[in-house]
């Protein structure tokens, strides 16, 4: 199984703050590496699927970047409704995919 | 308005079964494919099982294969997992979420989810 990798594990930032989550894989997938946003009690929500592209509705302030092993997540301005635990997912051994262990991002 | 709606958790004691339930409507639930997707409390999400859209291609992780069976009935627009030999691992939030495109597999939308709870 490909192996997905988030840092940090946690993260505490200030509203207005850049924010930047990392995801590496255990090998090559490629582009394909989605994101997702979970609050607590709801099911996760896509926000970034195929390494770059944002999912409608999601607002622009979201943005995934990377190829290959390494990848990115990117909030440009935080929002007070951002703070939430993040997921990436890869879809390169579909059906068979697996997930990274999260990323909680708190406000400080 | 696409929507997935998970019903048939509850509490089970170890070895026992129960068979869950997810209601699709919103688009065309026959031209999807599907998967089940579950959350242990406070862990991460861990994929249990796809189904293809005609039911002719189904997956499973090796944490639940020979014990769960996932099937979808398309004219009751329904997804199905009957889970059998149930364990305390298998305690988890248990979400349905449609496979926007069969072989890229990002998933949108998921379920609310259902709780299944595995206790004696």
């Known amino acids: 199984d490909i192996q997905m990798t988030q840092s940090p594990s946690s993260l505490s930032a200030s509203v207005g703050d850049r924010v930047t989550i990392t995801c590496r894989a255990s090998?090559?997938?490629?582009?394909?590496l989605n994101w997702y946003q979970q609050k607590p009690g709801k099911a996760p929500k896509l926000l970034i699927y195929?390494?770059?592209s944002l999912q409608s509705g999601v607002p622009s302030r979201f943005s995934g970047s990377g190829s290959g092993t390494d990848f990115t997540l990117t909030i440009s301005s935080l929002q007070p409704e951002d703070f939430a635990t993040y997921y990436c997912?890869?879809?390169?051994?579909?059906?068979?995919?697996?997930f990274g262990q999260g990323t909680r991002l708190e406000i400080k | 308005e696409v929507q997935l709606v998970e019903s048939g958790g509850g509490l089970v004691q170890p070895g026992g079964s129960l068979r869950l339930s997810c209601a699709a409507s919103?688009?065309?639930?026959?031209?999807?494919?599907m998967n089940w997707v579950r959350q242990a409390p406070g862990k991460g999400l861990e994929w249990v099982s796809y189904?293809?859209?005609?039911?002719?291609?189904?997956y499973y992780a090796d944490s639940v294969k020979g014990r769960f069976t996932i099937s979808r009935d398309n004219a009751k627009n329904s997804l199905y997992l009957q889970m059998n030999s149930l364990r305390d691992e298998d305690t988890a939030v248990y979400y349905c979420?449609?496979?926007?495109?069969?072989?890229?597999?990002?998933?949108?939308?998921w379920g609310q989810g259902t709780l299944v709870t595995v206790s004696s």
């Open positions: 979420a449609r496979q926007v495109v069969a072989a890229t597999g990002w998933f949108d939308p």
């Open positions: 919103g688009f065309t639930f026959s031209s999807y494919s």
């Open positions: 189904i293809s859209s005609s039911s002719s291609t189904i």
């Open positions: 090998q090559s997938i490629s582009s394909y």
């Open positions: 195929a390494a770059s």
């Open positions: 997912q890869q879809s390169y051994s579909t059906p068979r995919i697996t």
